[in-house]
């Protein structure tokens, strides 16, 4: 098991930035991913980097503005949002998956999610 705990979520105007950060419980050499759902809709994939982080994927709408990446040191995984959207508002959450691969589903272990808000 490991538990994962998400931070950095708020209120933005909209062209601004913030920071996820998904802490681990416990260092494990899984896949990592973002994931999203705004209200009324599904859960949608952001994005995933494997471990060690050399290999990174993201959804076709958010390339070009999010970047993933880890520090496997301190068990964390950040998601840096950029150029924000008021359509990127939603719930985010960060999730691990014991097969390494940049998988889309299936991912073993997820956060609680922190809020999102891009005010237009």
């Known amino acids: 098991q490991v538990q994962l705990v998400e931070s950095g979520g708020g209120l933005v105007q909209a062209g601004g930035s913030l920071r996820l950060s998904c802490a681990a419980s416990r260092h494990a050499f899984y896949t990592m991913g973002w994931f999203r759902q705004a209200p009324g809709l599904g859960r949608e994939f952001v994005a995933a980097i494997n471990w060690p982080g050399v290999s990174t994927r993201y959804a076709d709408s958010v390339k070009g503005r999010f970047t993933i990446s880890r520090d496997n040191a301190k068990n964390t995984v950040y998601l840096q949002m950029n150029s924000l959207k008021p359509e990127d508002t939603a719930v985010y959450y960060c999730?691990?998956?014991?097969?390494?691969?940049?998988?889309?589903?299936?991912?073993?272990?997820w956060g609680q999610g922190t809020q999102v808000t891009v005010a237009s």
């Open positions: 999730a691990a998956d014991r097969s390494n691969k940049l998988v889309l589903v299936g991912y073993d272990f």
